[in-house]
């Protein structure tokens, strides 16, 4: 008995004297010391895995390469090196033995509609200016409205300038996702406080508020954030109920802009907003803009969805040369197309292009390299911006 006291008062004092190691979670202890990845001076990029077991190791990436097969090496750890890579912000997952993962040397992840990746930025270009700089910045918050459309609240995200302060007016950028994204996608994903703070900074562009909706009309916000919690998952658009091409969400646009003319200093002419969107969200830009010409002077369709969302028995998409000609002579001061040479909507937007060559109505066009990838859609977006409320 007395040797039990005294190996129970021994215990008693060692967890008095030792950190409180077993209160932590997800320590996160790691073996060896593995870089992966490692952006090399001449902007190419070594990827390492330790996986001593495998038998095939691959890296899936989004340049302009995709990635390609690793080599092992001693002691279990697989390498691979990319040529030279343009700056910007990269995706990439590891592929061993048929199971794809991330980087577990890399802590640093985006989501991309239902996919995880690892991310990395080669510097020198675009991707300074995605990253955070010793610069002034703005604040974004999520915010809940009520839509009249549909009876529900539903969730946005808001971009405020620096110079924001509650008394000075400042013009508004509606910014839409693509199809599968969220009121969150173009803040992971196209890096948007990034984006602005550098560009507000380097005097490139007007400061300005971005308001980023969710355009999947049947959800109330990003997965997690709706009321039915993690039951609604993401999902790409032919998952996606046929909401979002009825014209509800183009129709019921005036309650997204009521809702920040109420609740932001903003100037409520056409002449100090702008209408913007990638993809499913280029697709939405159109008819948002030729449906309420009285609101919008700026619109930019990147990689637009024309001919793949179109839902023909709504009046939203009817009288579609009507309401550009209508658009046109409101006076549209930018209409700004952009597309890489081998995306798969090239077709569609060049018959696009053709349509309002006919019609005689002025437009600005970019044509990239590549194809439908955020690579692409944060640069359309870091071109268009400064080009807005001149």
Known sequence: MVRFFRITALLSLLFAILPPARAQQNIGFRAGDVQSPQVNPDGSVTFRLY???AH????????????????????GVWSFTTSPLPSEL?????????????????????RDVGTVFSI??????????????????????????????????????????????GKKKFPVLYLLHGSGGDETAWIELGNVPRI?????????CVPMIVVMPNGNIGAQAAPGETVDNLAFRPVMSNQIPSSYKNGTYEASFGDIVGFIDANYK????????????????????LYISINHPDKFSYVGLFSAG???????????????????????????????????????????????????????FRYTYVESTRGHLWCNWRQYLVQFVPQLFR
């Open 90 to 110: 990269y995706t990439y997952r590891f592929s061993v033995d048929g199971l794809v993962g991330l980087d577990p040397a890399n802590s640093f992840t985006k």
């Open 51 to 53: 996986a001593p077991k």
């Open 56 to 75: 095939r190791v691959s890296v899936l990436g989004d340049w302009e390469q995709g990635g390609g097969e690793m080599v092992e090496g001693e002691g």
């Open 306 to 360: 024309l001919g793949t969302f179109f839902q023909s028995d709504s009046e939203v998409y009817q009288r579609q040369d009507e309401k550009l000609v209508a658009l046109q002579k409101r006076g549209c001061k930018l209409f700004w197309i952009a597309i890489g040479r081998d995306d798969f909507l090239y077709a569609a937007n060049r018959d696009f292009r053709a349509e309002l060559d006919r019609l005689g």
């Open 120 to 165: 990395f930025y080669v510097g020198g270009g675009y991707g300074d200016i995605y990253q955070v700089q010793d610069v002034p910045h703005g604040q974004v918050t999520q915010r809940w409205y009520r839509s009249a459309a549909t009876g529900q609240d539903r969730r946005l995200s808001v971009y405020l300038p620096a110079a924001y302060d």
């Open 196 to 204: 602005m703070d550098n560009l507000i900074a380097q005097g490139k």
């Open 266 to 285: 903003t100037f409520r002419d056409r002449d100090h907003r702008a209408v913007a969107g990638l993809s499913m969200g280029g697709f939405h830009s």
